[in-house]
């Protein structure tokens, strides 16, 4: 029974995803939709056809990243709920360095303007990691609101000093050509951003499982009182940690502008950020799980088209499914196995009371 438990519990974010989607049909049902069909089409749209599947990973490219960019610092305790500001700060530093940098080859030219992505997310995530450690501010209010901040930064940007000549509305001038990632899948829109994020995940995985500095990060977020009596600079850790997920997070904005707008627009994010979150709690914050998770909301987002066109489901209801899943996972999260263990127990046969011996018939 205690095996069965374990397992039931391990495959508990699966179990969730599942009562989600059966939830989901539901709701597709109401609308009027077959939820076979819109599912049937979601999958072999989103996964199987050479299009969709290319809409896919462009969609997930930035996703992954950004759930890399909650769980680092979550392993020291730290939450950062502002991946969109700093996918923002990314895409700016992007294009700024895109188009004032001079025409380098492009082994150099694509390399210098993701590093500086990466330092303009590394620098919005790092104000939020100071806050915290040298002056005890929640991170969670500070990287929220630092989201609207940074998304109305890159507007007046693009509104004014980057806005490119009769421009019609916000944009910047377009991104030189030696700027710009190659394509994955030819005659589509998918670039090699997606390697960069599963290389991340691999590299984060491995630092996590395998060396000091992810054992001296857990220490942090589980105990920090142990971790400052084992001589480790928690303040350190705390800015460490969110500027490094910070640094995930603008090198989505960057590969975001470098790879597929070629310009900085005003809201050129449709809430990555926000998305990256629920890819996190979906991966139980393990980078290993994190591919799956972001690959699931990217195939979810590209095929949302998909099944408003296939089977007439709306794109609100595509919407409403990713936030059963959202609070079902978390829900799940929180379920460490006590209830389930309490109904096993409750359906366990009990044994027999053994029959009562009288003392007089024993005598006899």
């Known amino acids: 029974m205690t095996r069965l438990r374990d397992a039931l519990v391990g495959l508990r974010v699966v179990m969730a995803v599942a009562v989600a989607l059966g939830l989901g049909s539901i709701l597709i049902l109401v609308t009027g939709a077959d939820p076979v069909k819109a599912y049937a089409a979601l999958v072999h749209e989103s996964l199987f056809d050479y299009w969709g599947l290319s809409n896919t990973i462009v969609k997930t490219s930035p996703i992954l990243l950004a759930s890399l960019a909650v769980m680092v610092p979550l392993r020291a305790g730290v939450y950062n709920i502002g991946g969109e500001g700093q996918i923002y700060m990314g895409g700016l530093f992007g294009t700024l ?6 025409a380098l080859p492009s082994m150099i030219a694509i390399p210098s303007a993701l590093l500086c992505a990466m330092l303009g997310g590394a620098l919005w995530a790092g104000i939020a990691g100071l806050l915290k450690a040298w002056r005890g501010i929640n991170e969670v209010i ?3 609101l630092m989201n609207y901040i940074a998304i109305h930064v890159v507007s007046f940007a693009v509104s004014g000093p980057m806005i490119a000549s009769g421009a019609p509305y916000p944009y910047s001038d377009e991104i030189p050509e030696q700027y710009r990632l190659p394509l994955l899948m030819p005659q589509t829109d998918a670039h090699i951003g ?11 995985a491995f630092i996590f499982a ?3 500095t992810g054992l001296s990060l857990d220490i942090v977020g589980k105990s920090p009182r142990a971790a400052r009596y084992a001589g480790l600079n928690v303040k350190t850790h705390i800015v460490a940690s969110m500027a490094s997920g910070g640094m995930l ?4 904005g ?4 470098l790879g597929l707008k070629y310009r900085l627009f005003h809201l050129f994010s449709p809430g990555y950020g926000f998305d990256g979150v629920v890819a996190a709690f979906i991966a139980n914050a393990n980078p290993a799980f994190a591919p799956l998770s972001a690959l699931f909301l990217g195939a979810l987002k590209s095929g949302a088209s998909v099944m408003q ?4 489901v709306e794109g609100t209801v595509v919407d409403a499914i990713v936030g059963l899943v959202v609070i079902l996972v978390a829900a799940s999260l929180a379920w460490k196995g006590d209830l389930l263990g309490g109904l096993i127990e409750g359906f366990r046969l009990k044994p027999t009371p053994a029959d009562q011996v009288n003392p007089t018939e024993q005598q006899s």
């Not at 997070?249 to 989505?252: C, D, I, N, T, V």
């Not at 066109?309 to 007439?312: E, K, S, T």
Request: net charge positive.
């Open 210 to 212: 395998r060396t000091a």
């Open 309 to 312: 066109r296939a089977a007439g």
């Open 142 to 144: 500070v990287t929220l």
């Open 249 to 252: 997070a603008g090198l989505a």
């Open 194 to 204: 997606i390697i960069f994020g599963l290389v991340a995940a691999g590299v984060i």
């Open 97 to 102: 360095a895109a188009l004032h940098l001079p």
């Open 254 to 257: 960057g590969i975001e502008v």
